[in-house]
Nanobody, 124 residues
Framework: QVQLVESGGDSVQAGGSLRLSCAAS????????VAWFRQAPGKEREGVAV???????KYHAASVKGRFTISHSTINMVHLQMESLEVEDTAKYYC??????????????????WGQGTQVTVSA
């Protein structure tokens, strides 16, 4: 069983930056990739970015590409650096771990472990 704990959520103004972190309780034998998803009120959850712990391969959703960067400092710690935040980025951000297929790296059904989420609020 893998426990994931997110941190770093906050309220910021548009144009600001935040760094989210995800700490995993178990080693990478239980997963090959860690991703960030987000869900805004009244909207479906969407994938934001994923990093494969095995080789560092990364994928960012088009909506955040060029503004957000996913990284991992250890096999148990993943970060999401968010720059040039927009009001539309307001959501609860979740990290998830699993065995996603690189053809569809942000498919939710391939992630077995989820954190409780951290709130990001961006004001105009």
């Amino acid at each position: 069983q893998v426990q994931l704990v997110e941190s770093g959520g906050d309220s910021v103004q548009a144009g600001g930056s935040l760094r989210l972190s995800c700490a995993a309780s178990a080693n990478a034998y239980n997963y090959i990739a860690v991703a960030w998803f987000r869900q805004a009120p009244g909207k479906e959850r969407e994938g934001v970015a994923v990093v494969y712990i095995t080789d560092g391969w990364k994928y960012h959703a088009a909506s955040v590409k060029g503004r957000f960067t996913i990284s991992h400092s250890t096999i148990n710690m993943v970060h999401l650096q968010m720059e040039s935040l927009e009001v539309e980025d307001t959501a609860k951000y979740y990290c998830a771990a699993g065995f996603p297929d690189r053809n569809a790296p942000l498919s939710e059904e391939l992630y077995s472990y989820w954190g409780q989420g951290t709130q990001v609020t961006v004001s105009a």
